[in-house]
Nanobody, 120 residues
Framework: VQLQASGGGLVQPGGSLRLSCAAFGSFVAVNTMNWYRQAPGKQRELVASIGFGGHTYYLDSVEGRFTISRDNAKNTVYLQMNSLKFEDTAVYYC???????????????WGQGTQVTVSS
């Protein structure tokens, strides 16, 4: 199973970006899908999470500015980031719990990071 992320870039404060992450490979289903971020010198933190049924969680500092969504048919999670701030600059990683195998075991996977830079 591979998670392929895209959509990072350079944006001015107040701007928007949309990240995408798709799961590829042989698996039964994708359960919870998450976006983490890690800024230089800081620990990786959970930014947003979405369950298979659509239940969401947001880090307090992004609540109201970021929206996580998913397309279960495409095994893809999105992160719409609006009103971006300097402090949102980080490498963003997608992460997912995936059911695989005949025994429906649950495995956790990470995608490659995508850089988001907010700068004027």
């Amino acid at each position: 199973v591979q998670l392929q992320a895209s959509g990072g870039g350079l944006v001015q404060p107040g701007g928007s970006l949309r990240l995408s992450c798709a799961a590829f490979g042989s698996f039964v289903a994708v359960n919870t899908m998450n976006w983490y971020r890690q800024a230089p010198g800081k620990q990786r933190e959970l930014v947003a999470s979405i369950g298979f049924g659509g239940h969401t969680y947001y880090l307090d500092s992004v609540e109201g500015r970021f929206t996580i969504s998913r397309d279960n048919a495409k095994n893809t999670v999105y992160l719409q980031m609006n009103s971006l701030k300097f402090e949102d600059t980080a490498v963003y990683y997608c992460n997912a719990d995936v059911y695989s195998g005949s025994d429906y075991s649950l495995y956790n996977y990470w995608g490659q990071g995508t850089q988001v830079t907010v700068s004027s």
